[in-house]
């Protein structure tokens, strides 16, 4: 069984940053693809970024192009998001999820079908 904890969710002002971090812990892969989707109230969930086992592919939904960044530390098993130029439209719970394979499946991330997801951390952006 595979573990996702996330943090590093809190409050912050609108054009503020935050950084969320993921840990994977558990009967790890030797190679997988990690990345965030989030649900704000009353909306069903979204994609949000994704990276590659190695770290050379990413991708970002429209909506944080520019803004979010994701990355990862294969040595901790973790993947992080550095979120800049927050928006109120922003808040919401951010899930970790892992997809089992080593390069980003774009139709799996979109329609939210990975294998496994952290318990989410909440994220809110005030006017």
């Known amino acids: 069984q595979v573990q996702l904890v996330e943090s590093g969710g809190g409050l912050v002002q609108a054009g503020g940053s935050l950084r969320l971090s993921c840990a994977a812990s558990g009967r790890t892969f030797s190679s997988y693809t990690m990345g965030w989707s989030r649900q704000a109230p009353g909306e069903v969930r979204e994609f949000v970024a994704a990276?590659?086992?190695?770290?050379?592919?990413?991708y970002y939904a429209d909506s944080v192009k520019g803004r979010f960044t994701i990355s990862r530390d294969n040595a901790k098993n973790t993947v992080y998001l550095q979120m800049n130029s927050l928006k109120p439209e922003d808040t919401a719970v951010y899930y970790c999820?892992?997809?089992?394979?080593?390069?980003?499946?774009?139709?799996?991330?979109?329609?939210?079908?990975?294998?496994?997801w952290g318990k989410g951390t909440l994220v809110t952006v005030s006017s």
């Open positions: 990276i590659s086992w190695r770290g050379g592919s990413t």
């Open positions: 999820a892992l997809d089992n394979v080593p390069i980003v499946r774009r139709n799996t991330w979109t329609t939210g079908t990975m294998d496994y």
